[in-house]
């Protein structure tokens, strides 16, 4: 099976990895570098209970975060790099009365649903973390959340499909025609033809199918994320959330600072605004970030769907095109799942349960 993969970031790259080390010939077109699109605004949060706001978006992130492990171990012994990876839980934190009442709210939701958890008063938050604001009223701690360093894990990605007998080509996609044997993919050096194309392009998505095709609906929604460094080892010991921003404790002492949601087109420029905002977010939860210094802001463009659920699956349209976008705030959650999916899909012809909420058909594609 002849295979090309449109897109380089960690969705495209997990994808080109489980193809090419299941034996498909896979080629990635990607017009910038590995990582660049949402990937590269992404702090690697992995917390299914705090982000999966509606049910069928928990049920695929609880889905992909049990395949994290084995999916991290595959990309370091494929690859030979290193990868930053922990899952010491996260610290939900509430700053006030009312906050505080939520979080007791889906504490019970936790109970509910069988979610290992701990509800913490203002006390216990303050022994589990000591360096957190002395207005922190209650937390929430999930032990199986955690995080993973997205570049590193993307470039791992790359790297090991490339082992595996991927090509890497930088080419600006414009455009994939139905053939009578596959795909054409119209592109800078191309055209390239192949069995199967699997559209892995976060929010530039929707730009590349055919004119006549139904396009697939996802808007950009801008992130930008902060790396601040600590002179003295940053007191916290695990991601710590709040309503205005998430603290990742780095193993180097540096702190990422995420993120800023909006809605400003494709527009990858950092902001005063964004960066004030997440600042004094980050140190009304940790008032000793004011000590750090400023690393650099990054940006990137999330792919949002109307539904904010992914778009995973063949086009009933054009069967020789795969989707694998639209994942919002959650591609490096959900890049196992999908890989696999995709993978057992185009190779095997096997339909994972999963697919029936990720389907494209529910637009139209
Ligand atoms: N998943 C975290 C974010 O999108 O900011």
């Known amino acids: 099976m002849d295979i090309i993969v449109v897109g380089a970031g960690i969705v495209g790259c997990a994808v080109a990895h489980a193809l090419a080390s299941r034996g498909a010939r896979v080629r990635v077109l990607e017009r910038r570098q590995v990582g ?51 899952r010491d839980g996260t ?17 019970a939701q936790h109970v509910a ?63 994939i025609e139905a053939t009578g044997r596959g795909v054409r993919v119209v592109a800078g050096g191309g ?39 600590c002179s003295v080892p940053p007191a916290v010991k695990r991601v710590i959330w709040g309503r ?24 990858e420029r ?6 004030r905002d997440l600042l004094e977010a980050a140190c009304d939860l940790l008032p000793s970030a004011w000590q750090a210094q400023f690393r ?12 904010e659920l992914p778009i995973i699956g ?3 349209a054009t069967p020789a095109i795969v989707y694998a976008t639209g994942h919002y705030r959650n591609g490096v959650l959900l890049a196992p799942l999908t890989a696999s999916l995709v993978a057992d899909l185009v190779l095997d012809g096997r339909e994972e349960p999963e697919l029936a909420i990720t389907n494209p058909a529910r637009f139209g594609l």
């Open 36 to 86: 660049q699109g949402a990937t590269r605004a992404s702090a690697g949060v992995l917390c299914p209970h705090i982000e999966g706001h509606s049910a069928p978006l928990r049920q695929l992130g609880v889905r992909s975060l049990s395949l994290y492990d084995a999916f991290v171990d595959r990309a370091r012994t494929d690859s030979g790099h290193a990868i930053e990876y922990r």
């Open 244 to 267: 205005a921003c998430y603290i990742v404790p780095w193993q180097d002492e540096s702190l990422l600072v995420g993120a800023t949601s909006e809605d400003v087109g494709f527009d």
């Open 270 to 275: 950092a902001t005063v605004a964004g960066v």
């Open 113 to 175: 649903e069988g979610v290992e958890h701990r509800y913490l008063d203002a006390a216990d938050a303050r022994d589990a973390e000591p360096a957190i604001a002395a207005e922190v009223t209650a937390a929430l701690l999930v032990p199986a959340h955690g995080y993973v360093g997205a570049a590193g894990l993307t470039r791992a990605l790359a790297a090991a499909a490339v082992r595996h007998g991927t090509e890497m080509i930088t080419a600006d996609v414009e455009r």
């Open 191 to 229: 055209p390239f033809e192949a069995d199967v194309a699997v559209i892995a392009a976060g929010s530039w998505s929707g730009q590349m199918t055919a004119a006549a095709a139904p396009r697939a609906p996802i808007r950009p929604v801008r992130g930008q994320l902060l790396h601040l460094a």
């Open 296 to 307: 650099e802001v990054r940006v990137g463009l999330r792919p949002a769907t109307p539904d």
């Open 314 to 316: 063949r086009s009933s």
């Open 91 to 107: 610290l939900e934190v509430a700053l006030t009365d009312e906050e505080a009442g939520k979080l007791r709210v889906v504490a």
